[in-house]
């Protein structure tokens, strides 16, 4: 198996100051990979170097067995961008924004059939500029897989979405991850989307990767304690312990048949998360 | 890594055939076009100015030019035939990259297999079609309210052509160059507006004829193409008895020529030099 990414001891500085600091990073083929780190973490740094926006200091990279820093337009038709806050193609209408972008692809996927997979159909005639913002973001998302990319960069892709707009962006990031086993690398601030979408999941904090692991396992999580909470004698009690189940059949003995407002929570992804960048919770 | 058990489909082999790069510069300009001409506001600003500037000034220099027989008319009319281009190719297309660079357009299309060649031919095309529109509907109003006459022989015409293009080409060089100085849109309209007006006025483009202005102004006008471009279109209209009034007394078409490739070679040099595809905050 091929690595659609492969980072060794990434650096990166600006005037007076390290942006990435000795990254390394394996993305598999086929995989959804998310990036989560705070913001200055370093974290778009790498992946501008990855998409060939920036020149890094040190460091070996190769995405899709090329160096983005000196890639060929061919390099590019095998990736695809869906950037942050793009306002372009604002007098042009939808049909023609998508077909445009398909002319620069030697093999690019019908304009309606992605417009379609973007759920626009109905907004294929209507300009860019009159769309809401989840809707832009769907014209982005159709501009970055219409040439049928191997790799596809999200970056923060669902910041601004309302929770139904997000669950339905889900959906069709599944789908496209289904359907060609484009390999996906995602950068968000939402615990939940690297969650619920990510095979696999990297930390970055001050330009290095923390942890990286399925988002089961980041970080201990599958094996770290829990925390059961309940109310006894009008009090709230929690416990943090390996064996939450011995703890609630105790409790269930002393205070039983129900024990008032049981509740069992295992870490949840952000919990570790803050863990790991060393933020107090 | 743990191998993938994705099922994928055999590779199929098919036939690709990559986009040329005159067809991706026929799309860029398509969509330069496109969006220019659906800006409705912009489009009857930009060809209202200097036909609005035209109609004033015409009626403030509304006599002939003492001694020599020739309406004033008829040289605001040449001059602002310049400045029309002056604004299509320097303060529209400067604009109109900085723009590009605010809104993620370049970004957008650094990130797209295009060859840079395909946006500048684009920007190329979109001052070609507004300059040429921009100078007929000059000639026109010209043409309608001040007897303007047209040129009758055809060596009249072919240096309205090289000077049309030479002034073409150099306002757009220095107007991509202008693009990378505004920190923002908002910003680009007064930073590129301002030395154009201050350039039109020491060019003579307002005031006619130019030697009516003081002599150090004249000197700074003919340091830029402005005041070259306004000259050789004033020898294309007017009789030859009116090169009397310019201020070497002749029309001097092989130092209009000399300007205007010196300032094309540098505005190159500057582009070169100076163009940015990502904004002072993409670093």
């Known amino acids: 198996m091929t690595d659609a990414v492969r980072v060794r001891g990434l650096r990166k500085h600006y005037q007076g100051s390290t942006a990435v600091d000795g990254v390394d990073l394996d993305i598999a083929e086929g995989e959804i990979f998310a990036l989560l780190g705070p913001n200055g973490a370093g974290k778009t740094t790498t992946v501008e170097i990855l998409e060939g926006f920036r020149k890094r200091d ?52 019908p304009a309606d059939e992605v417009i379609d997979l973007v759920g626009l159909t109905a907004k294929a005639g209507a300009k860019v500029r009159t769309l809401s913002g989840g ?6 998302v159709a501009i970055g897989v219409i040439g049928r990319p191997r790799l596809l960069f999200l970056d ?14 889900w959906a069709l990031i599944r789908l496209l991850s289904a359907q060609d086993a484009t390999t996906i690398l ?10 619920t979408l990510a095979d696999r999941v990297g930390v970055i904090a001050a330009g290095r990767i923390l942890a990286v692991d399925t988002p089961a396992e980041l970080g201990g999580r599958a094996t770290a304690e829990a925390e059961v909470s309940w109310i006894e004698d009008g009090t709230p009690r929690t416990l943090r312990t390996a064996e939450p189940t011995a703890a609630v059949r105790e409790l269930a003995d002393r205070l039983g048949p129900e024990i008032p407002h049981l509740a069992v929570r295992r870490p949840s992804l952000e919990d570790i998360y803050l863990d790991l960048i060393g933020s107090p919770q | 890594m743990t191998a993938s058990t994705t ?69 605001l009319v040449a001059g602002m035939i310049a400045a029309g281009i002056g604004s299509t190719c320097f303060v529209n297309l400067a604009t109109s990259i900085t723009s590009d660079r605010e809104d993620g357009t370049l970004k957008r299309l650094r990130g797209v297999p295009m060859p840079p060649i395909a946006y500048f031919a684009g920007k190329i095309v979109l001052v070609l079609v507004t300059a040429a529109a921009e100078v007929a509907i000059v000639l026109a109003v010209g043409m309608a309210f001040y ?17 049309l293009l030479l002034g073409v080409i150099g306002c757009a060089l220095l107007g991509t160059a202008m693009s990378s100085v505004p920190r923002s849109v908002r910003a680009a309209a007064p930073i590129v507006n301002l030395p154009f007006l201050i350039l039109q006025f020491v060019s003579g483009i307002f005031i006619v004829p130019l030697t009516t202005l003081p002599a150090p102004l004249q000197q700074i006008g003919a340091l ?50 100076t163009f940015r595809w990502q904004g002072r905050k993409d670093g």
């Open chain 1, 58 to 109: 040190a460091g070996e990279v190769r995405v899709l067995g090329e160096d983005p820093q000196r890639a060929s337009r061919r390099w590019r038709y095998g990736i695809g961008l869906v950037l942050q806050s793009a306002s372009d193609m604002a007098d042009m209408t939808v049909a023609e924004t998508v077909r445009h972008f398909a002319r620069y692809y030697p093999d690019p996927r």
């Open chain 1, 135 to 140: 809707q832009r973001r769907r014209v982005d």
């Open chain 1, 156 to 169: 923060e892709p669902t910041t601004g979405f309302d929770p139904e707009a997000r669950r339905q962006f």
């Open chain 1, 186 to 195: 995602l950068t968000t601030h939402y615990l939940d989307e690297a969650e």
């Open chain 2, 7 to 75: 099922e994928r489909p055999a590779p199929i082999e098919r036939a690709l055939r990559e986009p040329s790069v005159v067809s991706l510069c026929a799309a860029r300009a398509g969509v330069e076009l496109r969006q220019f001409f659906r800006e409705r506001t912009a489009v009857i600003f930009t060809f209202a100015l200097p036909v609005v500037l035209l109609v004033l000034l015409g009626s403030i220099f509304d006599k002939q030019i003492a001694g020599s027989g020739i309406p004033a008319s008829q040289l």
């Open chain 2, 147 to 163: 007897d303007l006459p047209l040129p009758a022989d055809a060596t009249r015409w072919a240096t309205f052509t090289w000077i």
């Open chain 2, 224 to 273: 830029f193409p402005l005041k070259w471009m306004a000259q050789g279109f004033r020898s294309v209209f007017l009789p030859d008895s009116a090169a009397a009034m310019e201020p070497a007394g002749a029309w001097e078409h092989g130092r209009i020529a000399l300007v205007l490739g010196a300032w094309c070679l540098g505005g190159v040099i500057l582009c070169l030099t």
